[in-house]
């Protein structure tokens, strides 16, 4: 049984407290969604959690301490995709897709059969196999979102972060996306994803964790964090919530316009 244990983790960048204490525990099987609004501080929650971020407090994976663990030990734990999605050489898909395999061989090693069945495995789940020889600069946003998704995925770790995945994704992929984060929890793995579709969080995340300032507002399942009352404090937006068939629909409205339309009709 995987656990992962973020305890009272804090990070400060040029002096400013941007996570402040902030505490979380999943167990093998969640799907997390991370929420709150720009500047919140969840692209360094993730980071402070990989370790790229200078960060105070534990993580722990099954009590295994990861600040403690060389990088490549650590990245056969955590799979990160980051909120950037540039890629600065011109090399193939199934290239950049086999680079998720490093932290599993030793350097220039050929890859092996298991290798070899994991980045097969993450282009068709990415739906990338009619790209597989392009080279990844020629592809536009999302179809590179989906190669450093399939990347990740090739990492094949018990613990998978993304920053914002579903950026640049048209609906069908991000529909996709969210229920491949789904299956891949039912197999067994942590996921923890950023992102600011309230309504796609509310839907696939088991669970939801708001930060606000740098500190958690509020955790739990996705009824009882997205409240209109948490909605108008931390987003200062007022909400539309309706219940529909598969979850929650979260639709953040500007209800001064309806007012001026009433007023003046
Ligand atoms: N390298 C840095 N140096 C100084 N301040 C930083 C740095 N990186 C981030 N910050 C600040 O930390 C705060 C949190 O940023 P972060 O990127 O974690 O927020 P976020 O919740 O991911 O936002 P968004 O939804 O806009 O991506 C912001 O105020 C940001 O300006």
Request: charged share 25%; hydrophobic share 45%; net charge neutral.
């Amino acid at each position: 049984m995987s656990i992962l244990t973020i305890e009272n983790l804090s990070a400060t960048l040029a002096g400013k407290r941007v996570v402040d204490g902030v505490s979380l525990t999943v167990g093998k099987g969640s799907f997390t969604g991370l929420i709150g609004p720009n500047g919140a501080g969840k692209s360094t929650f993730l980071r402070a959690c990989l370790g790229l971020v200078p960060a105070s407090g534990m993580v722990r994976l099954d009590g295994v301490d990861l600040a403690g663990l060389r990088a490549a030990e650590r990245a056969r734990h955590l799979a990160y995709l980051p909120q950037e999605r540039e890629t600065a050489w011109a090399m193939s898909v199934e290239a950049v897709v086999a680079l998720g395999r490093l932290p599993h061989h030793a350097r220039f090693a050929a890859p092996s059969e298991r290798d070899r069945a994991a980045i097969e495995a993450a282009i068709t789940r990415m739906d990338l196999s009619a790209f597989r020889y392009r080279a990844v600069t020629s592809l536009s946003g999302g179809e590179r979102a989906r190669v450093l998704i399939a990347r990740a995925l090739a990492q094949e770790t018990p613990v998978l972060l993304a920053d914002e995945p579903l950026a640049g994704l048209d609906p069908q992929h991000q529909i996709a996306l969210m229920r491949l984060f789904r299956e891949l929890a039912a197999e067994g793995r942590i996921i923890i994803a950023s992102m600011h579709d309230l309504t796609l969080a509310a839907r696939w995340c088991d669970r939801l964790l708001l930060l606000h300032r740098g500190r958690a507002h509020a955790e739990g399942r996705p009824e009882a964090v997205l409240t209109a009352r948490t909605l108008e404090d931390v987003y200062t937006v007022e909400a539309f919530i309706g219940a529909a068939a598969g979850g929650l629909i979260v639709q953040p409205v500007d209800l001064s316009q309806k007012k001026d339309e009433d007023d003046h009709g």
